[in-house]
């Protein structure tokens, strides 16, 4: 099993403190591993293995504990006679009813340490606010880092050179075990996972397929977009105006949580390869902890803008380096930002063309 010490050691600083953990992301991104991860770390810790509750509630032998009440009642009878702290690890903890309902409550009548999974990005939205208010701490789990997917690689094949792991990478993507990912829902995601990275329109869509004699309207496109972002499976990226400094509200882009899903449904398409780089570059973005979005300046485009803590860097993504063309295309929008924040062009050359 991966440690995936980058998430740990964020999470380890709050085990045994008074905050309700809550680890969001992507279905098969590798929350419940997580859980598992910690679990391991309180045993390490000397926590006696009865003192640890982990339900997992997609597991219909407990649809009976899928409400507030009837989750509340179980873990009071579990741990009535416990004499030490209670550790709670609930997976995928939006399927019971209510819950922040009982989780509130658990907190106050019991000497407790809560940890919480889910795959939906308004797990933290509405009643949540209300009963754990400057409670909880948010963990986003995203699929493999190419470090993690090297890890894990490596282990099978330990004398692997390291761009024949980077190739491996971006044919399977971060969730390795996927295989079987199918009409209107499927086709307008395939639509926008064929296109990451490139400028999208929902009006655009709907037009194409009233061509195809199949009339959907704009706002049903938008929707069924928004579902795949609160599930964590798309990621909307605005576009803003490094001179006027504004957000705009037009041409957003959209990245797969993990490119591994787009080549399940097209195949290794080395034609696309400039779009699945950069959406290697946009999740390790993510994964460091950067607000990102795409930058205009006049009439070029800046990939990335990353923002973190006050700072912020440019980075622009290319296959390779190939003409002249494409280095001018490349640096020209960076040379035009007229401020000392670090301004990168990430790309697969074998020899630094930097400058």
Not at 67 to 89: G, N, P
Not at 97 to 118: F, H, K, M, P
Not at 139 to 151: A, D, M, N, Q, R
Request: proline share 3%; hydrophobic share 40%; glycine share 6%.
């Amino acid at each position: 099993m991966i440690k995936r010490e980058s998430y740990m050691g964020r999470i380890r600083p709050f085990i045994d403190t008074d905050v309700v953990k809550i680890l969001t992301g992507l279905r098969r991104s590798g929350k419940s591993v997580m859980l598992t991860l910690i679990q391991e770390e309180l045993r390490d810790r000397g926590v006696p293995e009865g003192s640890i509750i982990s339900l997992n509630f997609e597991d219909l032998r407990l649809a009976h504990l899928l409400t507030a009440t009837a989750l509340h009642d179980e873990i009071l009878r579990r741990s009535e006679k416990m004499e030490t702290k209670v550790y709670l690890f609930f997976d995928e903890i939006q399927e019971v009813e209510e819950w922040q309902r009982a989780v509130n409550s658990l907190r106050i009548v019991l000497d407790c340490d809560i940890y919480l999974t889910g795959s939906n990005a308004k797990l933290l939205s509405g009643e949540l606010a209300t009963y754990l208010a400057g409670r909880y701490v948010e963990f986003v789990i995203y699929p493999f880092s190419f470090g993690e997917f090297l890890e894990s690689y490596r282990g099978i094949e330990p004398d692997a050179p390291l761009p024949l792991c980077f190739q491996r990478y971006i044919a399977l993507g971060g969730m390795p075990y996927l295989s079987n990912v199918r009409d209107l829902l499927f086709r307008i995601i395939a639509y926008v996972m064929a296109n990451v990275g490139t400028t999208f329109s929902a009006t655009s869509l709907a037009k194409y397929f009233k061509s195809e004699g199949r009339s959907v309207a704009t706002e049903t496109i938008l929707n069924y977009i928004q579902f795949c972002c609160d599930a964590y499976l798309l990621y909307r990226v605005k576009r803003e105006d490094l001179k006027g400094k504004e957000i705009l509200s037009t041409n957003e882009k959209y990245y797969i949580a993990d490119h591994g899903i787009r080549a399940a449904l097209f195949g290794d398409e080395q034609a696309s390869i400039n779009l699945v780089l950069e959406n290697i570059v946009y999740m390790e973005l993510l994964r460091r902890g950067y607000l990102v979005t795409v930058g205009r300046v006049a009439e070029r485009e800046v990939d990335f803008v990353a923002k973190r803590r006050g700072k912020m860097l440019y980075v622009q993504v290319a296959y390779l380096l190939a003409s002249q063309s494409t280095i001018e295309r490349e640096f020209t929008p960076l040379e035009q930002i007229r401020d000392n924040y670090p301004k990168y062009v990430v790309s697969m050359d074998e020899f630094d063309m930097g400058r």
